[in-house]
């Protein structure tokens, strides 16, 4: 037992008084002046004794009235080992996509949020955090209607970010004990390795899990095929459970346009197509209906009007396989010698493809640096005994390129940076045995420009980003066979895309993407992206005749949005979230180092409450002195 006000046990000297009165009294005797009748002496000795024992009742009364009083007001209690050291309480509330699964007739997210309000108490004091918002020392009154109007993001702490962030809430004192309460339905993305992710902390666990682990979600969606005529869009989706079919919707806007049935194989992936009108400008959704996850059940997309990319190549030799590449339905491909070249023609041009030539003109190296500033893209191929000078005089303006040494040797073009632009998304795997494409001479250089291809000896065939790239040979038949080498579709191509980033299908929410606007804006206009309720100005580069845009992280919210040039729309772009927690997969808990593992955060509060809390005993010893003192009443009324 333990006392809130220990200092007042000094009043129980106080006991002393009676005791001391007491004393006295028994001294006290009185003689009585009658005859020496044996009769009446008896009775006289009777009342003395009876007396006498009152006195020690009473006595004994007292002192234990004043006891249970001083004790009382002392303030007993009885506790547990930790209940009287401080706490900081520390609580993460996962409210991604993945909440939104279902438990009785709620969300998980709304289930912890009313457990929350009811089981907390009203005055501790907390902090609590969510993937996206924080709120630091607060009650339960103070951020309930925050609470109460949580929405789902598409972001996800990883567990190792939780651990980093909770650790910033708590104070740095060592005489407190720390609290971390994490509240998610822990799906198995979060961590790879669960036992390392908390960084020391030890927390309550309480992990939420929906009645039924059924989803339908919408994947991805494609465009298979073209023709002349005819687009076929092509989606994906998965069901986290063996389903049959589901019915599957494409609009237009708000108006439904084709309706089909998707039927799951067992591998639980479904596919669907279908086919639309080439020339047709599509604000495209895809959707379905199913009792899981609400966020993944739509996937918006858009098909612009297809702008054709303008390349032009100045060529002292056959480029032919340049137009093989750069076809009609995608890009404008002209070619022209250096002597019949109008260098006006050059301030048009997305992409210009210096093939081969023997020297470059001062003249063009002015235009082409000045066009390079401006955001165009410029792609250099040396020629056989090319004007090294005249070279280097151009290339130390792009990466700080020099080239070194003309070198007279047969290499095979062996190493692909599968990581750099050009071939993120080409190679389904990594490709180490292909037939390697050679070169009979070719320039050492030095740059600060990434490789993209390499020799065997790690010389660099090919280097470039940002819009200029720098091959090191001539591809020539007479000096290469790398016009015949699968690499150069894809090199050129993607060199060719990258020159004007037109809006893909859709894109993700997060993944940090650019796009190009054709269009020359004056000095102090600038675009918007904007849906109905909700705009926002990404982060933009205006060059003479296009704007580039920069997605990172907005927007916040999914759908089709306009990029609008005053109130004009230049273009439609599509977001969709992320679908990482489609697939109801979830953490093993027992691979976890927790102080506690619960299943429902009621459960988890309630433990925490019983082993803080302490039983206080005051109100008992008030009872008891009540008691002494009824006690004294009735033994001076009938004890005579």
């Known amino acids: 037992m333990q006392f809130k006000y220990p200092e007042l046990l000094w009043a129980l000297f106080l006991l002393l008084i009676p005791i001391i009165i007491h004393l006295f009294q028994l001294r006290r005797f009185k003689k009585t002046p009658f005859t020496n009748v044996q009769l009446l002496y008896r009775v006289v000795s009777e009342s003395r004794r009876s007396n006498s024992l009152k006195k020690w009742l009473l006595l004994c009364t007292r002192l234990l009235l004043l006891s249970a009083l001083v004790i009382g007001f002392a303030q007993p209690f009885f506790a547990g080992k930790s209940a009287l050291t401080a706490r900081e309480t520390v609580i993460y509330l996962d409210d991604s996509f993945s909440m939104q699964a279902k438990t009785e007739n709620a969300t998980l997210l709304s289930t912890a949020v009313q457990d ?91 992990q939420l899990v929906p009645e039924r682990l059924e989803n339908i979600a919408i994947d991805t969606a494609f465009i298979s095929s073209r023709s002349p005529e005819n687009i076929e869009l092509r989606a994906v989706l998965s069901s986290s459970t063996e389903t049959e079919n589901i019915p599957v919707s494409l609009f237009n806007d708000d108006k439904l346009i084709a309706k089909t049935a998707a039927a799951f194989g067992p591998n639980k992936k479904a596919e669907v197509s279908f086919s639309l009108a080439a020339n047709e400008v599509i604000n495209g959704k895809i959707e379905v209906s199913d009792v899981g996850l609400a966020y993944d059940n739509q996937l918006f997309f858009n098909i612009n009007r297809k702008e054709r990319i303008k390349i032009l190549a100045v060529s002292d030799t056959e480029s032919d396989y340049l137009a093989r590449i750069f076809t009609k339905d995608e890009f404008q491909y002209a070619a022209f010698s250096p002597r019949s070249l109008n260098y006006s023609m050059l301030e048009a041009q997305n992409l210009i493809v210096l093939n081969e030539l023997k020297a470059i003109p001062n003249a063009l190296q002015t235009v082409l640096i000045s066009l390079a500033d401006r955001g165009k893209s410029i ?46 998304n080409v190679f389904e795997k990594r490709v180490t045995n292909f037939q390697y494409p050679k070169v009979s001479e070719y320039f050492r250089l030095r740059s600060r420009a990434p490789k993209a291809l390499s020799f065997e000896d790690k010389d660099a065939f090919l280097v470039g980003t940002d ?33 004007l980033r037109l809006p893909q299908l859709y894109n993700i929410i997060g993944k940090r993407v650019s796009i190009d606007i054709p269009v020359a804006l004056s000095k102090d206009n600038i675009l918007r992206v904007a849906q109905p309720g909700y705009q926002f100005i990404p982060l933009q580069r205006s060059f003479g005749d296009k704007v580039s845009l920069t997605f990172d992280e907005s927007p916040a919210l999914d759908g089709i949005y306009g990029i609008m ?48 809390k302490v039983t206080e005993l005051w109100k008992w010893f008030v009872i008891l002195a009540l008691l002494f003192i009824l006690t004294e009443i009735l033994i001076q009324k009938y004890l005579k």
């Open 116 to 206: 929350l309000i009811k089981t907390l108490p009203k005055e501790r004091t907390f902090s609590l955090f969510t993937n996206e918002k924080v709120f630091k020392k607060v009650t339960v009154k103070d951020i309930q209607n925050e609470l109460l109007t949580l929405s789902h993001t598409s972001k996800q702490l990883k567990l190792g970010e939780i651990g980093l962030k909770a650790s910033t809430l708590f104070t740095d004192s060592q005489h407190t004990i720390k609290d971390l309460i994490l509240i998610s339905d822990f799906q198995q993305w979060m961590a790879t390795n669960p036992s390392d992710t908390i960084d020391g902390l030890r927390p309550r666990l309480v």
């Open 379 to 424: 792609v250099f191929i040396p020629a056989v005994e090319g004007d090294m000078a005249s070279y280097n005089q151009l290339l130390a303006n792009f990466h700080n390129t020099t080239l070194t040494q003309a070198v007279s040797a047969t290499r095979n073009i062996t190493d692909i940076a599968f990581s750099h632009p050009l071939y993120q």
């Open 467 to 499: 819009g200029v790239y720098i091959f090191t040979a001539p591809i020539s038949k007479e000096n290469s066979n790398f016009k015949n080498s699968p690499l150069i579709v894809p090199t050129f191509y993607n060199i060719g895309l990258n020159s």
């Open 565 to 612: 040039e005053g109130e004009t729309t230049l273009k439609s772009v599509s977001f969709n979230y992320p679908r990482d927690e489609s697939a109801l997969v979830y953490l093993n808990m027992d691979n976890f180092g927790a102080e506690t593992k619960h299943r429902s955060t009621t459960d988890l509060l309630e433990t925490m409450e019983k082993a803080t």
